[in-house]
């Protein structure tokens, strides 16, 4: 069974520091992988996503994410934090693409601070 | 594009009524739609998965009788959730993909359930 373990549910930096929101999976098949945001009173968005090309996944507001197998990790990072980051992050897991069914993580608040 | 809308955003009721949700996808078809359930400070979870035209794939422990899912169109999957309890109370949150070989889900922005 897949799984999805978010480390700390509330993480604070400065604005222009480099956020680090932390994801590990657990899955019996190669996995894909997601990071989402939310916004208040809005619905989730993608930030990216990995599907076994790029181990280092590029997406969207300049954030990206590296799949290491090893480590069973998929860490979101963004070099300079804005204050406009400020949201919950959510990564998941599908144990297939066909199904399209995500298991999600419990999430991360990213507080900015200016 | 590819944006998935909920009505209401909110809703009070009674004990014992129910509560129709409706999630539309406004500018694309989709031929799937998910239905997730997130408690306060909890992640989503899964309810189950909603194909146009054919019946509802619950998760394991969802009460199928309880929470009633039709998707009649290629744009609107409905969750009605009967004889609705304060455990009910939760948020809503569904989901869409535009088509069957995509892997990206389009989400809602989701309704608030209170019952009294």
């Known amino acids: 069974a897949q799984s999805v373990t978010q480390l700390g549910s509330h993480v604070s930096v400065s604005e222009g520091a480099l956020v680090l929101l932390r994801c590990n999976y657990s899955?019996?098949?190669?996995?894909?992988l997601f990071w989402y945001v939310q916004y208040p009173n809005q619905g989730l968005q993608l930030l990216l996503k990995y599907t076994s090309a790029a181990t280092l996944v590029k997406g969207i507001n300049g954030f990206e994410a590296e799949f290491k197998k090893s480590e069973t990790s998929f860490h979101l990072t963004k070099p300079s934090a804005h204050m406009s980051d400020a949201a919950e992050y959510f990564c998941?897991?599908?144990?297939?693409?066909?199904?399209?069914?995500?298991?999600f993580g419990q999430g991360t608040t990213l507080q900015v601070k200016p | 594009g590819a944006v998935v809308s909920q009505h209401p955003s909110w809703v009070i009721c009674k004990s014992g009524t129910s509560v129709k949700i409706e999630c539309r996808s406004l500018?694309?078809?989709?031929?799937?739609m998910f239905w997730y359930r997130q408690f306060p400070k909890q992640s989503l979870m899964l309810m189950a998965t909603s194909n146009e035209g054919s019946k509802a794939t619950y998760e394991q422990g969802v009460e199928k009788d309880k929470f009633l899912i039709n998707h009649a169109s290629l744009t609107l999957s409905t969750l009605t959730v009967t004889s609705a309890h304060p455990e009910d109370s939760s948020f809503y949150i569904c989901s869409a993909k535009r088509g069957a070989r995509t892997d990206t889900q389009y989400f809602g922005p989701g309704t608030r359930l209170t019952v009294l």
């Open positions: 500018d694309f078809q989709a031929t799937t």
């Open positions: 998941a897991v599908s144990p297939s693409s066909n199904t399209g069914k995500l298991i």
């Open positions: 899955s019996s098949v190669p996995p894909y």
